[in-house]
């Protein structure tokens, strides 16, 4: 299995970036894909999750109105749309596929496939 992440950058804040993460290696539609992310010294975050037929997005409040969750099932390629960013969104963010359906899906420890991460840097 390979999630491979892409997008990341430097933006000042109030700015937009797209992360992308292409999967490969495993049957796309079968997998609830998310976001995390984490910022130096922190613990990996939750950021958004979206289900395998993507009718259903869930994020955390900290990005709830301003980052959008959306997935191609034919490009096998989710993406995290982020708008109006600030500074406290700087971190490298992750996309995962969830395995594991009795931890709740903002836990990491429910996705055992990981991209690499790509780093997004916000500029005050």
């Known amino acids: 299995v390979q999630l491979q992440a892409s997008g990341g950058g430097l933006v000042q804040a109030g700015g937009s970036l797209r992360l992308s993460c292409a999967a490969s290696g495993l049957t796309f539609t079968d997998y609830t894909m998310g976001w995390f992310r984490q910022a130096p010294g922190k613990e990996r975050e939750f950021a958004a999750r979206i289900t395998a037929s993507g009718f259903n997005t869930d994020y955390a409040d900290s990005v709830k109105g301003r980052f959008s969750i959306s997935r191609d099932n034919a490009k096998k390629t989710v993406y995290l749309q982020m708008n109006h960013l600030e500074p406290e969104d700087t971190a490298v963010y992750y996309c995962?596929?969830?395995?594991?359906?009795?931890?709740?899906?903002?836990?990491?420890?429910?996705?055992?496939?990981w991209g690499q991460g790509t780093l997004v840097t916000v500029s005050s």
């Open positions: 995962a596929a969830r395995t594991d359906y009795s931890a709740p899906y903002y836990d990491p420890r429910a996705y055992a496939y």
